[in-house]
């Protein structure tokens, strides 16, 4: 497969051998990339700074304020079990595509105007939002929950979200490292435990199990369940 990288200056291709870039000569909406997704039927969406770009393989589909999404700027992408996409945006909260019209998610608690950086649906078919300043929101297909700092979450900006083989949810923070959710309390993980930096940027768990976080200035932090080992510049 080709792997995609998106920049401030466009998107990146690699296909093994060399790259190919494409910005808005070659169709694109805007050059600031701040999200790819490829779904379910092999398409790739690209969020960026001027709407959403869906790329067939052949061409773009620009999606903007005018084909109904709230804001502009997308900052993650997902496409859940049931093959609907959701949109976190910068400032319009989240949008849902359900494949011909984009419709805005609101419920009781508004998540309309809020900063969404990050989604993620668990094995549960539970889908999660993390935001700026505002905590995480936990959706159930009917109701929200919202946890902050006042239900043990350590920081309420949330950049990163992923779900570990065991179930449990790791979010990454602006200043406060790590929180890891066993569906009952949070456990916190900062410098202070072994991170190399509190700002964390993303997460991945590897097939053996070990958690890596890429951090702001601290390089690469790596948990096997134990302890962290750091990787930086030399």
């Keep these: 497969g ?21 910005t808005v ?36 589909t620009h999606f903007t304020l005018n ?70 929101y936990m959706y159930n297909g009917e109701t929200l929950t919202h946890f902050t700092e006042n239900e043990g979450l350590n920081q309420n900006t949330v950049f990163s979200i992923i779900e570990d083989k065991r179930g449990y949810l790791w979010f990454g923070t602006g200043t406060k490292g790590v929180s890891m959710y066993d569906g009952k309390t949070f456990t916190h993980f900062s410098k202070a435990e072994g991170l190399s930096d509190n700002y964390i940027w993303s997460i991945l768990e590897d097939s053996q199990g070990n958690l890596w976080f890429g951090t702001n200035q601290g390089g690469v932090c790596m948990f096997n369940g134990q302890s962290f080992i750091h990787y930086t510049e030399k």
């Design 2 to 22: 080709n792997l995609w990288f998106g920049t401030e200056g466009g998107l990146s291709r690699y296909d093994g051998t060399g790259f190919t870039n494409f």
């Design 25 to 60: 000569k070659e169709g694109l909406s805007d050059n600031v990339i701040r999200s790819i997704l490829e779904d379910s039927n092999g398409n790739l969406w690209f969020g960026t700074t001027g709407g959403v770009n869906m790329y067939n393989g052949e061409t773009f």
């Design 67 to 136: 084909e109904g999404l709230s804001d502009n700027t997308i900052l993650s992408i997902l496409e859940d079990s049931h093959g609907n996409l959701w949109f976190g945006t910068e400032s319009g909260g989240v949008n849902i595509y359900y494949g011909e019209s984009f419709s805005h998610f609101a419920l009781k608690e508004d998540l309309s105007n809020i900063h969404v950086r990050s989604i993620l649906e668990d094995s549960n078919g539970h889908l999660w939002f993390g935001t700026w300043m505002k905590g995480v």
